[in-house]
């Protein structure tokens, strides 16, 4: 599998200037999600063996971006089909989660 990565560039100029690229993550399907200055990142990764779903926040604009959190953490499950929504200081992450145990044939 081919690995991406998520980039992130902000423009408070009306998109005649932009900020340097911030790079977030290496990823799968990255919907982003912005409320005020509030952006947020969800995605899957299969980095660890299986597919986790991870976010990140950043409350400037994007300028910076706390840590990865993984909000599935589920290691014998697969997590995948990560869709994002915020509305004013909340955000809403949702995935689909995959329990069926793995076959090799």
């Given at each position: 599998?081919?690995?991406c ?10 998109a ?59 290691p ?19 995935w ?10």
């Amino acid at each position: 599998m081919t690995s991406c990565s998520v980039n992130f560039l902000n423009s408070e100029a009306n998109a005649q200037l932009f900020s340097d690229r911030r790079h977030t993550s290496l990823v799968i399907d990255a919907p982003i999600a912005v409320s005020s200055d509030n952006v947020y990142v969800a995605w899957w990764t299969n980095k660890s063996g299986n597919n986790e779903v991870l976010f990140r926040a950043s409350n400037d604009n994007g300028a910076t971006f706390d840590d990865k959190i993984n909000l599935s953490n589920t290691p014998n499950s697969e997590s995948e089909d990560v869709k994002i929504q915020a509305s004013d200081s909340n955000v809403y992450v949702t995935w689909w989660e995959r329990n069926q145990p793995k076959t090799i044939l």
